[in-house]
């Protein structure tokens, strides 16, 4: 595991509690001292204890030593220079590389898995991603949830998945790389909006709104980049965008509510401890709509928060229109006139209930 915040140490522990022998990667030695002795990481996972089956270094190569597969969990703007480290050292490897980032690179609005395969010079079907509604600390304290690995090769996808569970972790699978990343990125944008309306003061009427309209963008911008519509319904999609927007465990719905309360967005970036990877993808992810020629009214008006040209309390992008015609509820990926995303999200969830549960398509188990 390179990196040892609090969501690559609660993955290398859902790793070890099934079954697996986890060597973290820590850039501190104080940390990769306290995890390997004490087995906890006090900073960033407070009260909890980790398994004796996991252990770390903070050198590159002995945490890569005799290494099956290699999870990468590092801010995803200091993505490529560690790359450039970990590249030599996995040279002549072959196994999967699994990312568990949600974030594009500022400066070439690349998701994670392209990057890898840059940085790295290796096969894309080697990679994976992970995602899904994975608020760390409560996956830490052990509460039931579930997510989804993605992969161009379903065996590397299958691969992962069987590490990556547990008695109370369940693991998913697709081929969808593209939608499940982007699923990753751009809850993130809207659970800052979230935040925002939250720290302004308004009520759920207004954050059930933004939620539901920001699904459509999400679907909007992931299928004009080729993703399947569904997977923006399934665990990295929607189930990942109701954790990020309701749960002040996340740091991308605290940023907003920071900016919300009227902080300045150099004050927000100060007072986070954290990485929120929504800050950062704000920028190049509307740069890649415009070019799209995908409409975002919310993540529109978050960078105007974040640039400080938009007052918080004026923030209402679902209430957006180019003029006062009403328009119908739909998404763009041509579903108009049938329910847009909500009548997919139903028919799949009956879907899944004549299967006994399973799902005839897109995320599997």
């Known amino acids: 595991m390179i990196g040892a915040g609090s969501w690559g140490t609660t993955f290398g522990k859902i790793l070890a509690d099934g079954g697996a022998h986890v060597t973290m990667w820590a850039r501190r030695p104080e940390l990769a001292h306290e995890i390997a002795e004490a087995k906890r990481n006090s900073q960033y996972l407070p ?14 190569s002995e945490a890569l030593e005799g290494a099956e597969q290699v999870y990468l969990s590092i801010p995803s703007q200091s993505v490529r220079q560690n790359l450039t480290a970990l590249r030599p050292l996995l040279s002549t490897s072959d196994v999967p590389i699994v990312s568990l980032m949600k974030g594009v690179e500022q400066r070439t609005g690349l ?10 010079d290796c096969d894309p079907a080697r990679i994976a991603v992970a995602s899904g509604p994975n608020l760390a600390l409560e996956i830490a304290r052990e509460q039931p949830t579930a997510a989804v690995i993605s992969s161009l090769n379903l065996e590397t996808a299958e691969a992962v998945a069987r590490r990556a569970r547990n008695r109370y972790f369940r693991s998913f699978v697709n081929t969808d790389v593209t939608g499940t990343e982007f699923g990753g990125v751009l809850k993130n944008l809207i659970a800052v909006a979230i935040g925002i309306v939250d720290g302004v003061g308004y009520g759920e009427n207004t954050k059930a709104s933004i939620i539901t309209r920001g699904l459509v963008e999400m679907t909007d911008f992931a299928v004009a980049f080729g ?27 605290t940023a907003g509510r920071l900016l919300g309360q009227g902080y300045s967005f150099q004050n927000v970036v100060k007072q986070m401890q954290q990485t929120a990877e929504g800050l950062a993808s704000v920028a ?5 709509a415009r070019g799209a020629g995908v409409e975002m009214p919310i993540v529109e008006q978050v960078k105007r928060v974040l640039d400080g040209t938009m007052d918080p309390r004026d923030i209402a992008p679902h209430l957006t229109t180019d003029d006062d015609t009403p328009q119908g509820e739909r998404t763009q990926n041509g579903t108009t006139g049938r329910g847009g995303a909500l009548r997919r999200a139903l028919e799949r969830a009956l879907d899944q209930l004549r299967h006994g549960g399973g799902s005839a398509s897109g995320d599997r188990p």
């Open 111 to 120: 998701r994670m898995s392209q990057v890898i395969e840059q940085g790295l």
């Open 284 to 288: 190049p992810i509307l740069q890649l």
């Open 227 to 253: 993703a399947q519509p569904e997977t923006l319904q399934g665990l990295a999609g929607l189930g990942d965008l109701i954790a990020t927007c309701q749960s002040p465990l996340s740091r991308n719905n």
């Open 47 to 60: 009260g909890v204890n980790l398994p004796r089956a996991m252990t770390a270094t903070p050198h590159l």
